[in-house]
DNA sequence: TCGATTGTTATATTAGATATATAACAATTT
DNA sequence: AAATTGTTATATATCTAATATAACAATCGA
């Protein structure tokens, strides 16, 4: 899966490759059990230092998203599968996208169908099989 | 509308006075024209810098949540009546959250269901009249 | 008109986060 | 044993966050 970061971007480096590695997964481009790049590898692929993949790296592993061994290296826990609890951390910003919601004029109904539509085109290149 | 912020928080102080100003306007715990406290009326009463409070208020005029003026302060601009263009935010973030739904294991259903119920927690707050 | 209050801008300082650079350590597979 | 992996340790530079003072500029009200 091909990796990119914005240095020009507001958001830090290791959150682009937080993001797109969850955005991965999810789309179904990386699989249960499947190996990312080492974190020198990664680093040197995409411009950036060992720290700030490797920062990234932990950042997913405290969330579920991956495991990381010694001489293994980062494997992707798979849809389902985590057992960290990100609920109360997604419950938290879906709150804050609600309100902005409410405060730009939509309904619930649109915010919902907003959520729904987000959703599938993620879910929908998984289920292609891409 | 009662203010508090976290000093021990990650989230920067500003963005916590942005939050809850944007939750306080989506509840109806500020109304449209309504007057905030002044930069230095808050910052005195929730124990921060002038500026801090500042950011938080640009942040919310960028945004379209309030309006700035001299000597009339920060007013409320009230539901719909926004004309900041904040959606590809909005959407940004909820495609996120949406991607992290699915590797949680969340259904679309499920998901669409959780947006609909933390709207409707802030919507009827306001609807109450609160 | 004058004065007070408002947001705004300017400058400086401190602390923390982000990112880099090197180097070494520790675990594990081959 | 050797190589590759994540990990830890230092050090440095840059940017953001927050504070502290001071002054400026607009505007409302007396």
Redesign the pocket.
Known sequence: MLITVD?LS???????IYEQIVFGIAAGSLCSGES??????L?EDI??????V??A??LL?DDGYIR???????QVVGIGLSHADIMPYLTDRLRLLAAQAVVLGMSEREFANLASEEYRKIDSKRTAGK
Request: hydrophobic fraction near 30%.
């Open positions: 240095f507001d958001s830090p480096i290791y959150i682009q990312l790049p080492s974190v020198r590898r680093a411009g950036v230092n060992l720290h700030t490797n920062k790296y932990r592993s990381l061994e010694h001489r293994t290296g980062a």
